[in-house]
């Protein structure tokens, strides 16, 4: 692998202004209430937070989304939210980023999934979800699919990020790909265990360490581990490239007749790794779509990923972060 050097990062992310990434999947919206402690509840042994403000921020499928956005990448996001607060304040968080929502509204009282995370003194005290995660109806299926359709036309790549809330349904994984594979566009998948049989056929996978060890019913204890887990899910999925993210151990990216990349860690201090497999994922799929080798793109979104962990809440990296990140690893 040639490491990657900062001019050709920023040549990456240049021709990758405008491209069209298409996100489908479990659209969330993060909600953050910020505070301090300075006692214990007289009621129960638990801290109580002092409120001083709250921020809401896109999740899952929209994070992905705003993480393209915020490369200067185009993006498109289909995906299933409740009539209520959440679901209007997801609306406006897509409209003041810029990203155009497809977004299918149900009406049967299933509300947007909405993660509230207590932060004092820059620690998560407590998260409270608020979701339903069955398989979303086929009503609501019918509807997200012609979207997709729809938006599919000038998009460079799609993402399917699955986050096991109900909207990656056997029936929607299918036709996405197929519709995909039509046109030619890649699909890159961010999966979760239990839907791994729905990802056969994705251009490249994206799961973490303990995704892969589940998937593929092998323990990684070693380097030889690691290349056995990661052989036996691309014979699994029938995929291109499985992208093994490692934490502090960075990333190995495998292909079926092609030598191993691992990509070392690009983080200097981690904070918080909200989000940060949205930010590897958008990274991936917009240098895809600007025509960057995989190589050049897993060392870009590892540095995209350096970026997102050293800030607090769901963050994103912007294509100058990126480039100063791309330019420590190699300097």
């Known amino acids: ?58 999740g899952g499928a929209a994070n992905v989304a705003a993480n393209v956005r915020a490369l200067g990448g185009a993006a498109t996001v289909a995906g299933v939210v409740g009539q209520d607060l959440a679901g209007s304040r997801v609306r406006e968080e897509l409209s003041e980023a810029g990203i155009e929502a497809s977004l299918a509204a149900s009406d049967t009282g299933r509300p947007t999934t909405l993660k ?18 069955d398989d979303i109806p086929r009503a609501l299926e019918d509807d997200l699919l012609a979207r997709v359709g729809k938006a599919l036309p000038g998009t460079g790549a799609v993402v399917l990020s699955d986050y096991q809330k109900g909207v990656v349904t056997p029936r929607l994984a299918r036709a996405v790909f197929l519709a995909a594979r039509r046109r030619g566009i890649p699909v890159l998948v961010d999966p979760k265990v239990r839907h791994f049989g729905l990802y056969r056929g994705a251009w490249l996978v994206t799961p973490n360490q303990l ?37 502090e151990h960075g990333m190995s990216l495998f292909r ?12 200097r201090e981690v904070y918080d790794v909200t989000g940060a497999g949205d930010t590897v994922i958008a990274t991936l799929a917009l240098a895809v779509a600007a025509r960057a080798s995989l190589d050049q793109a897993a060392q870009l979104a590892n540095a995209a990923a350096g970026v997102v962990v050293a800030k607090i809440g769901t963050a994103i990296a912007s294509p100058e972060e990126v480039v100063a990140a791309v330019e420590r690893m190699s300097a």
């Open 116 to 133: 509230t995370r207590i932060i004092a003194h820059s620690q998560q005290v407590v998260r409270a979800d608020r979701e339903r995660s």
């Open 256 to 267: 079926a007749g092609r030598r191993a990349v691992h990509i070392p860690a690009a983080a």
């Open 1 to 58: 692998m040639s490491p990657l050097s900062a001019g050709r990062a920023a040549a990456i992310l240049r021709r990758a202004r405008d491209r069209r990434i298409l996100v489908v999947g479990d659209v969330m919206l993060d909600e953050f209430v910020w505070g301090r402690v300075s006692r214990v509840s007289p009621e129960a042994p638990v801290p109580v937070v002092e409120v001083s403000h709250q921020t809401f921020h896109l």
């Open 211 to 247: 995704e892969a060890e589940q998937a593929s019913g092998l323990r990684i204890r070693s380097p030889q581990d690691l290349a056995a887990a990661a052989a036996r899910l691309l014979a699994q999925l029938r995929s291109e490239a499985v992208l093994i993210t490692r934490g």
